[in-house]
């Protein structure tokens, strides 16, 4: 048999647009000789289309759209999409995550998703009911297929840390004896991820004694970035065939004439770069923005970014605006000028001083004397927010904020200000991670993906100079972040602890660390709450991000 594995990259909510993706997918397989083509989880949807399921036309055009598919068919193809198919009482949810095959006699429902993530970022109990036993499809050539759909890998507890309660859909399947099992995904990154989805295909694939093949979405949807990476797993672990990384792609997998191929594994630090230019890629395509502009300071945060929507946009959709301020230091304003000439960025200087002192003349009256302190700091940041805000108004462009998640988890950041913007590229980057990337990014090792992502080859592209700076906002003279916030690595630690591990802090405090670091830690990391809830978007990296899977009241004890 012939499968096609086609690892698209849906655009939410576009039933058209995906059918047609999907189709297209259909002739390359057909000129191919393909017997049956797989797409991922929701593939006619895109995932997750959240409270879009809600809309009755959407539903109603859905069944339009796969009628419309078995016209189209013109050979013996069978074709397998993810959808939302309905129930029929009146009870909710009303739908269920599904399957349907496709062929020129019409098309089928064959498969409903039994085990329903309601954490992190998922929320299917909302809109879903799960299905119940096991899911067996049989062609007309008699091949036993078993379907799952995502989760329904997600079963083995000695290598996941959380397992949906419910049922084994693995252990249903085996008493069926399928000559192969299929597992169709919408399986977003993190760095962790790409590991454990092929050691539980490999566990599953060893418990049916049959190959698996396993099939991930790939694109940005919103916060979200589905890296792909599927693949074809033997019933001893070996990987028969290999898909690309944030790519999208169709290739053949012959169960007749299967071999073993070695498992990409790339640099995980190439993988974290690669996921963060398709998220800043997709973001702006998706929403209708061809340019972006971001705020260059000559810190390290910004020349990530900068390097980022570089290899997403190309250089010469992106421009900079540099913004100094009395307090500025003239290798700042250096370092950013040299930045933007590496990557080819247009830049523009707008010095803020006179600015500042128009706001200082404006606020004595009402303060009964000048601003002060933190309130001076914030009115730089909130002037230079302005700015920002209106070029992106006036141009179009898609203004990316360059804060990390250091910064956001405890505050080290203004609402209005350096916080403005419609996504935010690195904000679930610890700083110490953002070292580490930028570190890698100016190493021989990145050149071949600075080759493949259109970025310059040779040199440089942060700068030794930029990397090696400490760390500072320059808002006031002689500034540092080492004023008011411990050392990044000590920081990061407690952060990690306490943001993704959700480490009680008497743990922290008797694995050794100061108690007074600690409270203060999860002080700051409490009271910065209400600023993240006003946060752009955020793209999501790592296990617990600060976007939609993290919800913690901001008016709590």
């Not at 058209?16 to 593939?43: K, Y």
């Not at 898909?243 to 007749?256: A, F, G, K, V």
């Not at 071999?259 to 594994?265: L, R």
């Not at 743990?507 to 946060?535: M, N, S």
Request: include cysteine.
């Amino acid at each position: 048999m012939h499968v096609a594995l086609a690892q698209l990259n849906p655009l939410v909510g576009d039933l058209q647009g995906n059918a047609d993706r999907i189709l297209a997918a259909v002739r390359e397989a057909e000129a191919q000789a393909a017997d049956l083509v797989l797409t991922p989880e929701l593939s006619l949807w895109g995932y997750p289309p959240r409270d879009l399921l809600l809309q009755p036309a959407r539903i109603a055009e859905q069944q339009r759209i796969l009628q419309q598919l078995v016209n189209q068919l013109t050979s013996s193809i069978t074709l397998l999409v993810g959808v939302a198919l309905a129930t029929d009482d009146n009870r909710a949810p009303a739908l269920q995550n599904g399957i349907v095959l496709v062929n020129r006699l019409g098309w089928r429902p064959v498969a409903c998703k039994q085990l329903l993530p309601s954490y992190d970022v998922f929320d299917e109990r909302r809109y879903f009911r799960p299905g119940d036993g096991p899911c067996v499809l049989k062609l007309p050539g008699g091949q036993r297929l078993g379907l799952t759909i995502c989760e329904d890998l997600w079963v083995e507890d000695a290598l996941q840390q959380q397992r949906v309660a419910g049922p084994d859909p693995i252990a249903q399947l085996i008493p069926e004896r399928p000559e192969l099992v299929i597992n169709l995904a919408a399986s977003p990154f993190d760095a962790d991820k790409p590991a454990l989805r092929q050691q539980l295909a490999s566990q599953a694939a060893s418990r049916l004694n049959c190959p698996l093949i396993y099939l991930n979405q790939i694109g940005g949807n919103d916060e979200l970035v589905f890296d792909g990476g599927s693949f074809v797993v033997a019933p001893d672990g070996a990987v028969q065939l290999q898909m690309d990384h944030c790519r999208e792609q169709i290739l053949i997998w012959d169960s007749s004439a299967a071999k073993t191929q070695a498992m990409d594994t790339p640099d995980c630090l190439e993988r974290l770069f690669r996921v963060l230019v398709l998220g800043v890629r997709d973001y702006a395509r998706k929403c209708g923005f061809r340019t972006a502009l971001l705020g260059l300071s000559g810190g390290i945060d910004s020349a990530l970014v900068a390097v980022v929507a570089a290899a997403a946009l190309g250089a010469e959709q992106v421009s900079t605006l540099l913004m100094p301020s009395p307090w500025s230091s003239a290798g700042s304003i250096d370092d950013a000028m040299a930045l933007a000439d590496r990557l080819g960025l247009a830049t523009n200087t707008m010095p803020i001083a006179e600015l500042m002192q128009s706001y200082t003349d404006a606020l004595k009256p009402a303060l009964g004397g000048e601003p002060n302190g933190v309130t001076a700091e914030n009115l730089q940041s909130r002037i230079r927010g302005s700015l920002l805000m209106a070029m992106a108004n006036q141009q179009g462009q898609l203004l990316l904020t360059t804060g990390n998640k250091s910064e956001l988890a405890v505050g080290y950041c203004t609402l209005y200000g350096d916080m403005n913007g419609g996504l935010a590229v690195i904000g679930d980057l610890y700083k110490t991670s953002v070292f580490s990337l930028c570190a890698w990014l100016d190493s021989d090792a990145a050149l071949p993906c600075r080759l493949d992502l259109g970025l310059p080859e040779r040199g440089e592209l942060v700068g030794e100079t930029i990397r090696r700076k400490p760390p500072s906002a320059e808002l006031r003279p002689d500034q540092k972040d080492s004023d008011s916030l411990p050392d990044y690595a000590v920081l990061d630690a407690l952060l990690k602890a306490l943001v993704q591990d959700r480490t009680p802090p008497e743990d922290l405090i008797h694995d050794g660390h100061d108690p007074a670091l600690v409270k203060r830690v999860e002080g700051l990391l409490k009271r910065a709450e209400f600023k993240r809830r006003q946060a752009a978007p955020v793209l999501k990296v790592t296990p617990q991000a600060f976007g939609s899977g993290w919800r913690l009241p901001i008016a709590a004890f």
